[in-house]
């Protein structure tokens, strides 16, 4: 009985290995190629084609082989295929699956090209079987990582991918990978996953590695291995680490990066950076947590090589990124001992005017479309900070964007022997953007700061200085022409280069005589003070000052007017005057209480800085009706105006002039009756001297 039954399953096994061997012969190969294109074709809801040789073995295991392989396009998108290959071959052993477990020996693609495309809102690249709206919606459970995920065993031998290519278009881009190999090593379920490959995207040369502790424990829960490694010409990625523990996909390791060149990266992701001088080489280490909806940054550690560096600068810091929202979020913090901020800034547009000066406004749009793109909460600290040529250090720095507004808030800042603090708002929230800008600085240094804002360096001393100015528009020129606000400012212990104040009003006398300005002004002149300070306010791009006072020893000096910002326009008036015993030039007048009136007016290219005459003009005027009034000699009255407008004082002043015996010598005549020979051609004098000539003969 024993010997029949081993007989009997001995033959079987026999004809069934025969039936395996005869079978594929005996099956024509059109029947089998024609089943095979039904049952791919319904299961990817596209026509799939077998153009060449089709062939099929059942033993040792199952061996599927096929060339010339094409998968229709989307309907709409061309006759062009979108996925093709030169060849296909399939591996599968048959025993094992009797039990649950799947191996596959061979899963081969040669030259496959796969053609991505997208037409405004559809794609070319979702298959499979047409579904109603019910059965085509997602699970709103997502993935979950739970025990019994995988109840089976599973070990892929060849798996690999031979010069495969992938494009990408949308209408206005076109992306390209070419040469793609790709080789999958999995000996078991429980054993490590590995992925290796290289490929070409549009020219760059990439290489990519993965590597999976358990392939079983990452789909069940368990905490298992990850490694990931990305390297090229434009970019070296690393992450070493674990998947953690649980039923979401959480991750934990050491992640660092090193890109030789933003620009270049940014080129090639089709996103280039405005011209700068910037964003080059930038390498960051730490270590890398976080899920699908959140990733954390920590390079805080210096001990254990953490760090951040951008071009020459270096740090540490954390950085965290939620992408939960209607916008990613991003929070962190940075400490770095020194931040040049200035190759960073937007370069500025070309000047409407020559390359010397202050350059017109530009009126070109200002894009401030990336506030919306994120929300962000961040902190800076920076030992030595520098924008262009302002020198600030101990810098704390707030930054808030919320919603397309950013504020930014330098809590505290020390910079030329001072103190303070300073706020910058940008509000993109509506159509014509809004700005602010707040500070408040006290005991400053005038000259270094003003010179390194402004290249500004006739101004000395120590102070505060506050401003808070709101604007908006769309251009630089709106902004400028839109500035509203207040500020003031008050200095002690300096001086103005430049000019001599006290040498100009000694010279005053002969500068009106000649209409030209007084002696006293120059680079090498300078005028010293104990108190310079005023207050301003500013509304439709025109600052205005009625305020200004400037003490010193010997000369007082009061000012008002405005100043375009806008339209780049001077008409500025200053009024020194003598307040200490100043004698004229030759040493023969005391000039104290003389008013030097001088106007500035012109353009912030072209100023112009001149006696004020109307000043002098109107005085003279009044001064002359009321004395003519009174019953004075025209003349008379003409020259003691002029006097007095200037605080030159009249003939009356001049009882000090007269000599030991009464009289008066020709050298100590009247300053305002000189200054009236100037204006009008000598003609008094002229006559005088005639008449002397006459009694002469």
Excluded: C, K
Excluded at 73 to 92: K, Y
Excluded at 364 to 377: K, Y
Excluded at 612 to 625: E, H, K, P, S, Y
């Amino acid at each position: 009985m024993i010997r029949r039954l081993l007989t009997f399953t001995i033959g079987l096994i026999v004809v069934l290995v025969l039936a395996a061997i005869i079978i594929p012969f005996l099956i024509p190969e059109s029947f089998y190629r024609e089943r095979a294109q039904i049952a791919a074709s319904e299961n990817l809801g596209r026509e799939v084609i077998l153009a060449g040789d089709v062939s099929l073995r059942l033993l040792p295991s199952v061996q599927v082989q096929a060339s010339n392989v094409s998968i229709a396009n989307e309907e709409g998108f061309g006759e062009t295929p979108f996925a093709e290959m030169a060849e296909m071959r399939v591996g599968v052993q048959l025993l094992p699956l009797l039990s649950r477990t799947i191996v596959i020996d061979e899963f081969v693609l040669v030259d496959p090209t796969i053609r991505l495309e997208q037409r405004g809102n559809r794609n070319n690249w979702s298959l499979g079987p047409e579904t109603s709206d019910a059965e085509s919606a997602p699970s709103s459970d997502g993935f979950v990582r739970r025990p019994g995920a995988l109840p089976f065993d599973a070990s892929l031998g060849d798996i690999r991918i031979e010069n495969g290519a992938i494009t990408y278009e949308n209408g206005a881009d076109r992306r390209e990978i070419n040469g793609l190999d790709l080789d999958i090593r999995m000996p078991g379920l429980d054993q490590p996953l590995d992925i290796t490959g290289e490929l070409t995207a549009d020219g760059e040369n990439m290489t990519l590695a993965l590597h999976l502790g358990s392939v079983r424990g990452f789909f069940e829960g368990d905490e298992v291995a990850a490694r990931l490694d990305l390297g090229g010409n434009l970019i070296d990625l690393g992450f070493n680490g674990n998947i953690l523990e649980g039923e979401d996909l959480r991750y934990s390791g050491r992640f660092s990066t090193d890109i030789p060149s933003i620009r270049a990266l940014a080129n090639f992701a089709g996103s280039p950076l405005p011209p700068g001088e910037g964003l080059e080489n930038f390498e960051l280490s730490g270590i890398l947590s976080g899920g699908l909806d959140t990733i954390s940054l920590d390079a805080s550690d210096s001990g254990r090589n953490d760090h951040i560096r951008l071009d020459d600068l270096a740090g540490t810091g954390r950085l965290g990124v939620s992408l939960s929202g209607a916008r990613p979020n991003i929070d962190g913090a940075l400490t770095l001992p020194r931040l040049d901020v200035t190759p960073y800034m937007p370069v500025a547009p070309e000047a409407a005017t020559s390359s010397a000066g202050v350059p017109a406004w530009s009126t070109e749009r200002i894009d401030l479309s990336a506030l919306g793109l994120v929300d962000a909460s961040f902190d800076l600290n920076v030992g030595e900070l520098t924008l262009q040529d302002i020198e600030i250090s101990d810098a704390a720095l707030t930054v808030e964007l919320v919603n397309s507004r950013l504020e930014a808030n330098l809590t505290r800042i020390s910079l030329y022997e001072g103190a303070g603090n300073a706020i910058f708002v940008a509000n993109a929230r509506t159509a014509t953007p809004s700005f602010r800008i707040f500070a408040d600085l006290q005991s400053i240094s005038a000259l270094p700061l003003l010179e390194a804002a402004a290249g500004f360096d006739r101004l000395s001393g120590t102070g505060r200085l506050n401003i808070d100015l709101l604007t908006s528009g769309n251009s630089q020129a709106e902004l400028m022409n839109g500035l509203g606000g207040s500020g003031g400012f008050a200095f002690t212990d300096g001086a103005i280069r430049g000019v001599n104040l006290a040498q100009a009003i000694r010279g005053i006398e002969s500068a009106l005589t000649n209409r030209r300005l007084p002696e006293g002004f120059g680079e090498q002149e300078e005028t010293d003070f104990s108190a310079l300070e005023g207050t301003f306010t500013v509304a439709n791009g025109v600052a205005t000052n009625n305020d200004l006072i400037m003490l010193s020893p010997l000369v007082r000096v009061d000012g008002s007017g405005t100043v375009g910002i806008g339209q780049q326009t001077l008409n500025y008036r200053l009024r020194p005057r003598a307040v200490a015993s100043i004698q004229g030039q030759g040493g023969e007048r005391d000039l104290q209480g003389v008013v030097v009136p001088i106007v500035i007016s012109g353009t912030f290219n072209e100023p112009r800085i001149g006696i004020d005459w109307d000043v002098v003009g109107r005085a003279l005027v009044q001064g002359t009706v009321s004395s003519i009034i009174a019953g004075e000699d025209p003349e008379d009255a003409i020259r003691n105006a002029l006097g007095n407008a200037l605080g030159l004082g009249g003939p009356g002043d001049n009882s000090s002039d007269e000599t030991t015996d009464g009289e008066t010598t020709e050298e100590e005549v009247d300053p305002a009756e000189r200054l009236l020979q100037g204006l009008f051609g000598n003609r008094r004098s002229g006559q005088q001297e005639n008449e002397e000539e006459d009694g002469g003969e």
